[in-house]
């Protein structure tokens, strides 16, 4: 078992860099982070690592314009993170490495993207929703307020506030920020494939994502499993051993199933 640095041009040809967890199996699986995160951050390189001590691939990488990966950072972005990127990596690994994915799993904003990718392929049979969001137009008033449309309708943009400790803020344009709005989870959820397994896990406290979001997903997905860990916040930091044990079951009977 090893881990690699890979390198994958996305549909802009930007590269996005990411990191192979090895263990040489034909199905892998492909993670990805949530808003203003990248490839590093604790819950995605748990599940990464007990992935593969399991025997199965793993591969994580950043969206472009974070982390490490080329490409300007941009709010919204939902459209290119499902087209643009995650689609790029799925291809380049099922068609240069001869890979099968078996699972896409995204954390956050990731956990909005590995559904909306499900609502427009049909080449991937398990998701992964970690405190996804339901309703967009609620998250945007929470992170910049009610009078959000009126500033940005006056100036075009507003540039806001970073709450990780010491990293930059970030501007958003109106095109982010109705591309945001105009992300519509309920009508692509619909459009999931019948045949195509989701597991969503939220935990009751998180603060950033109310975990009734979880529940509107499990009311429209068709094949659907939904895990609620009391106590756990937005991250699950205090609950990483709980949430490994949620998400290992299910990627093992997607494996036993791709076989």
């Given at each position: ?30 993670l ?13 390189k ?11 691939s ?5 969206f472009s ?9 941009s709010?919204?972005n ?9 689609r ?11 890979r099968?994915?078996?699972?896409i799993l ?20 398990n ?15 929470d992170?910049f ?8 309708e ?7 506030k ?6 930059p ?13 105009n ?13 195509c397994?989701?597991l ?9 994502v109310?975990v009734?979001?979880?529940k509107?997903?499990?009311?429209i ?5 939904l ?13 990483q ?12 009977t997607?494996?036993?199933k791709?076989?």
């Open positions: 078992m090893t881990q690699q640095k890979i390198t994958i041009p996305n549909s802009r040809n930007e590269k996005l860099e990411g990191i192979l967890h090895e263990t040489e199996s034909r199905e892998i699986i492909v990805c982070h949530g808003f203003l995160s990248r490839k590093e951050s604790t819950i995605i748990n599940l990464a690592t007990a992935i593969e001590k399991e025997g199965i793993a591969f994580r990488f950043d314009g974070n982390g490490m990966s080329e490409g300007i950072f709010y919204g939902y459209s290119h993170e499902t087209d643009g990127d995650l790029s990596v799925i291809q380049h690994l099922s068609n240069n490495m001869n099968v994915v078996t699972t995204g954390h956050s904003k990731g956990g909005d993207v590995v559904l909306l990718y499900a609502s427009k392929y049909r080449d991937i049979r998701v992964i929703n970690l405190s996804g969001r339901y309703d967009m137009r609620k998250g945007i008033v992170r307020g009610e009078d959000v449309f009126e500033r940005i006056k100036q075009g943009f507003i540039d806001a970073n709450h990780q400790k010491g990293k803020g970030y501007r958003v344009t109106k095109e982010g920020l109705i591309e945001g709005l992300t519509d989870m309920h009508q692509a959820c619909l459009k999931i494939d019948k045949e397994r989701v969503t896990v939220h935990g009751t406290e998180d603060k950033t109310p009734e979001d979880a509107e997903f499990a009311k997905i068709p094949n659907h499993k895990e609620i860990v009391e106590g756990a916040g937005h991250s699950f930091s205090e609950h051993a709980l949430l490994i044990s949620i998400v290992m079951k299910f990627v093992k997607a494996v036993v791709n076989h």
